[in-house]
């Protein structure tokens, strides 16, 4: 949370001329609340049951799509594997604890960072680091970049071409 995938990912798509998806606002589509309505009235286990199906729904679109995919997404066994299986490049956004508090701390929409940001980033890290490392593809530090250096970092290292992707 507060990585910049969403953000990223949007402007990554747009320069690519690709589709893109957001695995939290599809599973929002999907049931029409908002990720925090359906953790208070569903429970993290059936918002983690509906981001599954959302992501296996992302992983057969046939357009070229860069798809942002929440941090808890990677839990589940089946999406990491899914997330292997089709995607060409996963990449990492990471940041400190204290840049992703500062800009993820206090948003509305992020049901488990509600008591404690800094304890909860803390140990989401703990609980999720060892699952990025083993899917990840590209891991980019984003503390210190805007989305645009972010963008041009993702398309670097993932080897992507803008003239060639935008003729497809």
Not at 74 to 79: A, K, S, V, W
Not at 91 to 103: I, K
């Amino acid at each position: 949370m507060g990585s910049g995938k969403t953000s990223v990912g949007r402007a990554l798509a747009k320069k690519l001329n690709f589709k893109f998806a957001d695995s939290d606002e599809l599973v929002e589509k999907i049931v029409k609340l908002s990720v925090r309505e359906i953790f208070t009235q569903m429970g993290e286990v059936e918002f983690r049951r509906l981001e599954s199906s959302a992501l296996a729904e992302a992983c057969r679109c046939t357009q070229p799509t860069v798809l942002a995919v929440a941090g808890g997404a990677i839990l589940r066994q089946e999406n990491r594997t899914l997330l292997k299986d089709h995607a060409k490049c996963i990449v990492w956004l990471d940041a400190p604890t204290s840049t992703l508090v500062g800009r993820a701390g206090r948003a509305k929409h992020r049901p488990l960072l509600d008591a404690d940001p800094v304890g909860q980033l803390n140990q989401m890290r703990i609980d999720r680091e060892s699952l990025y490392q083993q899917i990840a593809t590209n891991k980019i530090a984003t503390a210190s970049f805007n989305v645009a250096e972010v963008v041009n970092h993702v398309i670097e290292t993932c080897k992507l071409s803008v003239a060639e992707t935008a003729v497809k």
